[in-house]
């Protein structure tokens, strides 16, 4: 469905995103796993289209899309749900799910979607008429969510979704995204919560310093002694380097991945 070859991507001064290669199938949740400020967030902007990649092509369904602007790409099914929710604290629930609706003519088809939303949702459906800004941070979150999914996507893009949540919001929201890939939905997610990210998704990428590091199975990733050092708070002391190139070189057969140099 998505496929990314050699793209790179900044702000400015120099490149944040250095040669991504990344693929995603129809029906997947992938996840991207990094620390803060490795590049995620950026890589999920150039994917959106908030940002042009310096070089390198993006493809959705076989086609190029990386000159398209952020509407075309939601037009062709490609919906953002931004870091920190940036929701319109001033408009109604109501209003917030309108908005993700706007590129949809169809009348029906917008009723349809509300009703699978609110199903959904049901915190929403029992506060239409309610100011999101007077939402906790897991109702913003949900209503974030579901303003993305008015849009009818068939591939979601989730910036940081647990971000400043409590662990039992967090639980529901990977749930969720769980939900929609088992609806059909395809789902990238950008997430500093590697345990819970991979333990939901099919399959991983580790971005460190805006590269590729590690890709391959979700389970590996998580197994993996050198993602637990690194993103899992366990594990004790760093890997050696004999047992990082030992591991790179398991993942890498998985997904049969040229060696890195």
Do not use: W
Not at 233 to 258: F, K
Request: proline share 6%; charged share 20%.
């Amino acid at each position: 469905m998505l496929a990314l070859q050699g793209v790179s991507a900044g702000y400015g001064a120099g490149p944040v995103l250095q040669s991504i290669e990344l693929d995603l199938a129809e029906g997947e949740i992938v996840t991207l796993v990094g620390a803060n400020g490795a590049g995620k967030s950026t890589l999920v902007k150039t994917i959106s289209g908030l940002m042009r990649p310096i070089s390198g092509e993006i493809r959705f369904d076989g086609q190029p899309i990386d000159q398209l602007g952020p509407a075309e790409r939601l037009r062709r099914g490609i919906a953002h749900v931004p870091e920190g929710r940036q929701i319109f604290a001033g408009m109604t629930v109501a209003e917030n799910l309108r908005l993700g609706a706007t590129l949809t003519r169809d009348p029906a088809a917008r009723a349809t979607q509300l009703r699978t939303v609110l199903e959904l949702f049901p915190i929403l459906r029992d506060r239409m008429d309610s100011l999101a800004g007077n939402f906790s941070g897991g109702q913003q979150q949900m209503l974030a969510i579901g303003r993305g999914l008015m849009s009818q996507p068939r591939l979601l893009l989730l910036d940081e979704p647990s971000l400043g949540l409590s662990p039992l919001l967090v639980q529901e929201v990977f749930a969720l995204v769980r939900t929609l890939r088992d609806r059909g939905l395809t789902v990238l997610l950008a997430e500093q919560n590697a345990r819970s990210a991979l333990g939901i998704a099919d399959r991983g990428y580790v971005i460190e310093n805006g590269r590729v590091t590690l890709a391959g199975p979700a389970a590996a990733l998580l197994a993996s002694p050198e993602i637990a050092a690194r993103y899992l708070g366990v594990g004790g002391a760093a890997p050696t380097s004999e047992a990082s190139a030992r591991l790179a070189a398991e993942l890498r057969d998985c997904i049969g991945a040229p060696a890195t140099p």
